[in-house]
């Protein structure tokens, strides 16, 4: 399921803000300007996002500070969203967006 909504994200993206897809981390990610901005982990999107939306974001049930590797080394500016909030998920990619460029 979180890769039909981080596939919508990919067409919403690359149709709105001239992104990209990559890899980051070995993760599929899309990347405005060259820069990752958002990711698929699991079955969570996980997003970039500036201070305020970042503590919004982490209000959510269920999500919390991305550690890709797993080892507890979570990266600050980055938040796993899971599934159940796919409904924001829009909006958290385009402040994503703008918070990469």
């Known amino acids: 399921m979180a890769v039909d909504s981080y596939e919508n994200l990919v067409t919403y993206m690359t149709d709105n803000f001239d992104a990209t897809s990559g890899q980051m981390f070995g993760k599929r990610c ?12 699991k079955e969570y999107l996980v997003f970039k996002l500036p201070k305020e939306k970042l503590e ?3 209000s959510l049930e269920g999500s ?11 990266m600050k500016e980055w938040v796993q969203i899971p599934i159940i909030h796919r409904a924001k998920f829009e909006a958290y990619a385009k402040s994503a967006a703008e ?3």
């Open 30 to 41: 899309i990347k405005i300007n060259g820069k990752a901005g958002v990711a698929l982990f």
């Open 56 to 58: 919004e974001a982490l």
């Open 64 to 74: 919390n500070l991305w550690d890709p590797s797993g080892k507890g080394r979570v």
């Open 99 to 101: 918070y990469v460029r």
